[in-house]
């Protein structure tokens, strides 16, 4: 029989040296992944701190992410750089 695993999600920004919002999962207060919207380069990626991943806790995560973060880059009047 598996452990039961206990995940937590944590939001949270982040300006320097990036720029955007990201989602983070903890499993037993280890972290183990993050989805990160980076606003500067205008892409979504999803970086792994943990060698193995159940493959629901990557599916829960990309749901909670589209759940609870604006999928939309933030506009910068004067281009990305500015941020």
Request: negative net charge; charged residues 30%; without cysteine.
């Amino acid at each position: 029989m598996h452990p039961k695993k206990e995940i937590q999600y944590v939001v949270a920004s982040d300006v320097n040296p990036r720029d955007g919002i990201g989602l983070e999962t903890y499993i037993n207060g280890d972290l183990v992944m993050e989805i990160f919207r980076d606003d500067t380069e205008r892409r979504t990626y999803m970086t792994l701190f943990s060698r193995q991943l159940d493959f629901d806790v990557l599916e829960s995560s990309i749901a909670q992410f589209k759940d609870r973060i604006d999928l939309n880059y933030i506009e910068y009047p004067d281009g990305p750089e500015q941020a």
